[in-house]
């Protein structure tokens, strides 16, 4: 999702660590404890070789001078809430601005910025927390956040959030990976895509929702038949507006119970696939088209513009101000219940 030039933020006393997760013969995650950070993902091929499938940085440092949010854990809620203000029990509610006078990501200091706390660190599990206090980028509530990373034995990552409040606050923690399977991170417009959604959400020109939900049939936001991502691409005044998908997809029903996934991904050479699973109601498809970084891991330049796409699971943008979306929406948390959600990402070498 395009985003506004990060604020500065000063490094943390103490120096960030880096941590890595592995099982023999699967996966290997790097992350860290600034923004409970995915870093980076290598994926063993069939052929013995490894891939790695996230654009990301060297060191932990570097994500704070970066644009992008990549690989970070964005919250309190994931996404764009219009003008900065929601209404809950006929009071506004004012939340620090970052994006064209509305809120996106949490806010100019949301926990893409934070120090996590390093509760438990094994060889194959991570978990982090964070305390937001009462009133942090204008959210009510005081509340207390986890966030997990477990490997399993199927090339799979499950990452896992829960929460709690004080006050009744929105919450849509995701995660905003930037992946691309290909062997080298340039376009990823050549990736295959498929999303179980028949409905989307369209968005005006500062990307907020226009207030309807609209079928995907005979559009070119129809993935659900896979399609290469490039096909179609700018085909509509939608995409036009902004520049390339920053869409919210609809899940279908069946999706969400974690037995089906809700996107699936295929490499532009065919040698590798990834699944993404979840238990929530919609994915913010972003196609990378304002991606622009002065870094990239491990080589000279920058990444540039559809190096890689996101598919972030959560509830689409402005939902705290949009009640008539029943479940689409669903993302204020009460005093007394703990908010939960999760993902899991599978990876095939073909």
């Keep these: 999702m395009p985003t506004s030039s990060p604020l500065p933020s000063p490094l943390p006393e103490e120096p960030c660590r880096l941590l ?80 064209a006078g509305n809120h996106l990501h949490g806010g100019p200091q949301g926990f893409d910025r934070r120090r996590w706390h390093v509760d438990a660190y094994g060889p194959h599990e991570l978990q982090f927390s ?99 991502v490039g096909d179609g691409f700018l085909a509509s005044d939608q995409q036009r507006l902004a520049r390339g998908y920053d869409h919210s997809f609809l899940l279908d029903a069946a999706c969400r119970d974690g037995s089906v996934p809700a996107a699936e991904l295929l490499s532009a050479d065919g040698r590798l696939a990834a699944r993404l699973y979840t238990d929530r109601p919609a994915v913010q498809f972003y196609s990378g088209q304002s991606l622009v970084t002065s870094q990239r891991r491990g080589e000279d330049g920058g990444y540039a513009a559809c190096h890689g796409l996101a598919l972030e699971p959560g509830v689409p943008p402005d939902s705290p101000n949009h009640p008539e979306w029943g479940p689409w929406s669903n993302c204020l948390t009460e005093p007394g219940t703990t908010w939960r959600a999760w993902m899991r990402w599978e990876f095939e070498s073909r």
């Design 130 to 228: 964070l305390h937001s206090e009462d009133g942090d980028q204008g959210f009510p509530g005081a509340v207390q956040v986890l966030t997990r990373y477990r490997l399993g034995e199927d090339l799979s990552v499950t990452l896992e959030y829960e929460a709690t409040t004080t006050r009744t606050t929105p919450l849509a923690l995701t995660n905003h990976a930037y992946l691309n399977l290909d062997a080298t991170h340039t376009d990823c417009r050549g990736h295959t895509l498929r999303l179980r959604a028949e409905r989307y959400v369209p968005v005006d020109a500062a990307l907020i929702p226009t207030g309807t939900l609209e079928p995907v049939a005979g559009s070119d936001f129809d993935f659900r038949v896979p399609r290469r």
């Design 20 to 99: 890595q997760l592995q099982r023999p013969g699967g996966l290997r995650l790097t992350l860290t404890d600034l923004g409970a950070t995915w870093m980076s993902c290598q994926v063993p091929l069939a052929d013995g070789s490894w891939r790695e499938v996230l654009l990301g940085f060297d060191q932990p440092e570097d994500y704070l001078a970066q644009p992008g949010y990549l690989g970070a854990t964005v919250g309190r809620y994931a996404n764009r809430i219009a003008q900065a203000r929601y209404t809950h029990a006929g009071q506004p509610v004012h939340l620090a601005a970052n994006e």
